[in-house]
């Protein structure tokens, strides 16, 4: 099953994900603001404390056995300068004259330092780093939260892209429905609300292909029961003298005779049925068919840069699909208009036969049901368009059953394009 096609924008799937991705990028701004405004403001405002407790600790002159104790406990480095002893609890630790006269080293310079002179003489240099400790686990909180976030997304992505699959699955089918494949069914793997409207889906397609048949069937059994009444009146009328009523009935049974014809056939094709394709070149076809509307204006011409091309097909079917888009081409053509013209082309391993006629075109809102039966789109259904609207309903099932296609569209200027696509 194909997918349509859809801006990325519009897809619930991506709707979902970027809401989880917003709500994890708020959280994420919630959590790093809390730690900036709330957390950070009162590591900074220790740092009167600090210098406080520091006066009282160089106001009791202690010796470096206190001072390795205070370290331990507060991560703080001590420095003693005196006249008589100098000291260090870290051997690293600036002394207080690299301290007040230059530039420290890169990771001394990360550090806070504070100088209490001391009662006996001599000075104390204290170096703590509490805010450069507090600024790495905001960093490393923040990287943790951002990775965090990003497994959350993924794991989102992971989860509803499974958890819509159901969703992806109805939208397949009801694009193959839309095609006219009536023998789609959505699988039904989940017990959610999903699963309920998969199963509806495929009920309500399961109504539409017996509607679907049960009209075919009407169809088929109308005809044939036709056949019989119709050849006792063909019968009947070699009994009537000669002359216009005679030749009108006759007009008309024959009409009703065609049809019914077309209707059989339009059964007969139905899965491939009654085509009997072989490898052959199809530019003899294509002349055939040429053939029999030459000396008819506007006229036709074909256009190929092939010598030969070779396809599987029914030769008998593909000349019946080329006579009935021509006849209509040469049915409603007009005085001004420009040679019919079939062309060839190779596209992604397809052959492609285009036929062009330059006529009054086919209404866009009518294309999408042309090749319905029995739709035409001159409503009046004249004598003078003839036709009963089977002619492209037919030309479908044939290219259907060789594994092709046929297509309509509206050319730029007026007229339409066939466009015939065999493997």
């Known amino acids: 099953m194909t997918a349509r096609a859809r801006p990325l924008f519009r897809s619930v799937f991506v709707k979902f994900v970027g809401i989880m991705l917003a709500m994890s990028l708020v959280l994420l701004l919630l959590v790093s603001g809390f730690f900036i405004l709330m957390i950070y403001p009162h590591v900074t405002a220790a740092a009167p404390l600090m210098h406080e407790y520091m006066r009282v600790f160089a106001a009791a002159s202690p010796g470096l056995s206190a001072a390795r104790e205070a370290a331990d406990h ?33 990771s001394q310079a990360k550090r806070n330092y504070h100088i209490e002179s001391a009662p006996g003489g001599g000075s104390y240099l204290f170096s703590w780093g509490f805010s450069e400790g507090a600024r790495k686990a905001h960093i490393t909180l923040f990287w943790i939260l951002l990775s965090a976030m990003i497994g959350v997304a993924m794991a989102a992505w992971v989860f509803q892209r499974r958890l819509l699959r159901p969703l992806r699955w109805l939208d397949e089918g009801v694009a193959e429905l839309g095609a006219g494949r009536l023998d789609v069914a959505v699988p039904v793997r989940t017990h959610d609300e999903f699963a309920v409207l998969t199963e509806a889906f495929n009920r309500m397609v399961e109504r539409v292909r017996r509607m679907v048949e049960a009209r075919d069937q009407l169809l088929l059994d109308v005809s044939h029961e036709l056949r019989s009444p119709l050849t006792r009146m063909k019968v009947a009328l070699e009994f009537l003298p000669p002359g216009e009523q005679r030749d009108g009935v006759t007009s008309d049974l024959n009409e009703m005779e065609s049809m019914v014809t077309e ?37 036709v011409r074909l256009f190929t840069p092939a010598r030969e091309i070779i396809v599987t097909i029914d030769a008998a079917r593909i000349r019946t699909v080329l006579r009935n888009l021509l006849e209509n081409a040469f049915k409603y053509s007009l005085p001004d208009s420009r040679e019919v013209e079939i062309s060839t082309s190779d596209r992604d391993g397809m052959v492609v036969v285009r036929v062009s006629d330059d006529g009054p075109g086919i209404p866009e809102a009518d294309l999408e049901n042309i090749f319905e039966p029995f739709f035409r789109v001159d409503r009046s259904r004249t004598r003078s368009t003839g036709g009963y609207g089977l002619g492209l309903s037919i030309c479908k099932r044939i290219m259907e059953a060789h594994r092709g296609s046929i297509a309509v569209e509206r050319n730029p200027g007026r007229g339409t394009s066939f466009l015939l696509t065999l493997p």
Not at 76 to 105: F, K, N
């Open 74 to 106: 507060l991560d703080v480095q001590i420095r003693y300068e005196g006249p008589r002893a100098a000291w260090t609890t870290d051997p690293s630790l600036p002394t207080i004259a690299e301290v007040l006269g230059g530039p420290l080293g890169d």
């Open 263 to 299: 209707l059989l056939e339009l059964e007969r094709l139905r899965d491939g049925r009654g085509v009997l394709a072989i490898r052959q070149n199809l530019l003899p076809v294509l002349n055939e068919a040429i053939a029999e509307f030459r000396g008819r204006a506007p006229g």
